[in-house]
């Protein structure tokens, strides 16, 4: 399996407050994506990195920001969490090439109250 | 544009009993595609990907799955369902790069399957 851990794995807070989530890889993979879950949705992509202080946003990232400061770690921070924000969210890597598939994250369960 | 279609997005099946999950993808260019299984509390892993070399594409735990570009589907199967095959799995399609090199991945909505023993 691809090194992939985030942290933390669950996570229960309170509206209003930051939250930082964690993707650590030991893949040395250049491309990094954060992902939310959610029923009905499937999986939708909030940002993504392709490489050092490079990144970018996907499809949802209103009320997210993300920040890579080192190839092997990527975070994801809820400046201002709101209850909308409740979800599951997946790390993903992956190497050049389109042809390459992403490997995932066990995910971290985010709940804000 | 890219876009993926998973039809139901609940199949039940007796164990033993064939499987087949269906997908049909849009894309604007020559698509790569793949499959993804979901055990609960886990993340996705790759079950199979079509990358041009073989219409019929073999992965793990028996599955298989055929590019079919005049019908644009990528149908997943397996001929006899095991119980450890309930899960939930996700069709997904990519084009290409952005300027970026990003390779944007567009997912379906996921199709959980229960195997009835």
């Known amino acids: 399996d691809a090194g992939i851990t985030q942290s933390p794995r669950h996570k229960v807070t309170e509206t209003g407050t930051p939250v930082t989530l964690r993707c650590h890889q030991t893949e040395n993979h250049r491309y990094m994506y954060w992902y939310r879950q959610d029923p009905g949705h499937g999986l939708r992509l909030i940002h993504y990195?392709?490489?050092?202080?490079?990144?970018d946003k996907g499809e949802v990232s209103d009320g997210y920001s993300v920040s890579r400061s080192k190839t092997e770690d990527f975070l994801l921070t809820l400046e201002s969490a709101t209850s909308s924000q409740t979800s599951v969210y997946f790390c993903?890597?992956?190497?050049?090439?389109?042809?390459?598939?992403?490997?995932f994250g066990d995910g971290t369960r985010l709940s804000i109250l | 544009a890219q876009s993926v279609t998973q039809l139901g997005s609940h199949v039940s099946v007796s164990e033993g009993a064939l499987v087949l999950l269906r997908c049909n993808y849009s894309?604007?260019?020559?698509?790569?595609l793949f499959w993804y299984v979901q055990y609960p509390n886990q993340g996705l892993q790759l079950l199979l990907k079509?990358?041009?070399?073989?219409?019929l594409v073999k992965g793990i735990n028996g599955f298989e799955a055929e590019f079919k570009k005049s019908e644009t589907s990528f149908h997943l199967t397996k001929p006899s369902a095991h119980m450890s095959d309930a899960a939930e799995y996700f069709c997904a399609v990519t084009e290409g790069m952005n300027s970026g090199g990003y390779q944007k991945v567009t997912f379906g909505t996921g199709t959980k399957l229960q195997v009835i023993p």
């Open positions: 990195s392709y490489g050092v202080k490079d990144t």
């Open positions: 894309s604007s260019v020559p698509p790569y």
């Open positions: 079509y990358t041009s070399a073989a219409t």
């Open positions: 993903a890597i992956s190497s050049q090439g389109a042809n390459q598939p992403q490997h």
